[in-house]
């Protein structure tokens, strides 16, 4: 079971650079995946990180994906609306 935890690493490290590409898509449809993307690999890092008690990599997964959430929240319809009413 280690070895296969081990082995997460990988899969999280190539979502995330596939949520990165994604993220700076023009397209919407791609950035909205790369948003979801980005969540799967904070969570596969997390699952890494506490195997192998990386704790500062867990609390930066956790920070990066409140931020990816607040990104995503900030520029919402509800959020530009309320900007072009102001």
Do not use: C
């Not at 995503?72 to 309320?82: C, E, I």
């Amino acid at each position: 079971m280690n070895d296969l935890i081990d082995l997460v690493q990988w899969p999280a490290m190539v979502v995330s650079v596939l949520a990165a590409y994604l993220v700076a898509s023009l397209s919407k449809h791609k950035r909205n995946w790369g948003f979801w993307l980005f969540l799967l690999s904070n969570a596969l890092w997390i699952v890494w990180g506490l195997h192998t008690s990386a704790w500062a990599l867990i609390v930066l997964q956790v920070s990066l994906a409140a931020l990816n959430i607040r990104g995503v929240l900030k520029n919402g319809p509800q959020a530009r609306d309320a900007k072009e009413a102001a």
